[in-house]
Nanobody, 120 residues
Framework: QVQLVESGGGLVQAGGSLRLSCAAS????????MAWYRQAPGKQRDLVAG???????VYVDSVKGRFAISRDNARNTMYLQMNSLKPEDTAVYYC??????????????WGQGTQVTVSS
């Protein structure tokens, strides 16, 4: 079994910054692609940014130039640095990871989510 634990959410004023973290633990052989999703009230969960195990990032257009995704493979941890935050960034942010587990192959996991609230 693998757990993804997010941290770093909170309340910030527009224009401010937050850094989210997602740490994977458990019976891990390797963590492949990792990603951040977000879900605002009444809306679907959408991709924000993703990163391959080699460190290649991808971003949704609305966060390009403001957010930066990174990872530390030695710690099985992913980060999302969020700058110039806007009220429309308010959502629950979820960590997602494709994890190669001992004896199971690749399994898709989600974290429990962390709330990000941006006030105007």
């Amino acid at each position: 079994q693998v757990q993804l634990v997010e941290s770093g959410g909170g309340l910030v004023q527009a224009g401010g910054s937050l850094r989210l973290s997602c740490a994977a633990s458990g019976s891990i052989v390797k963590v492949d692609t990792m990603a951040w999703y977000r879900q605002a009230p009444g809306k679907q969960r959408d991709l924000v940014a993703g990163i391959t195990s080699e460190g290649r990032p991808v971003y949704v257009d609305s966060v390009k130039g403001r957010f930066a995704i990174s990872r530390d493979n030695a710690r099985n941890t992913m980060y999302l640095q969020m700058n110039s935050l806007k009220p429309e960034d308010t959502a629950v942010y979820y960590c997602n990871a494709d994890v190669v587990e001992y004896g199971l192959g690749t399994v898709d996991y989600w974290g429990q989510g962390t709330q990000v609230t941006v006030s105007s």
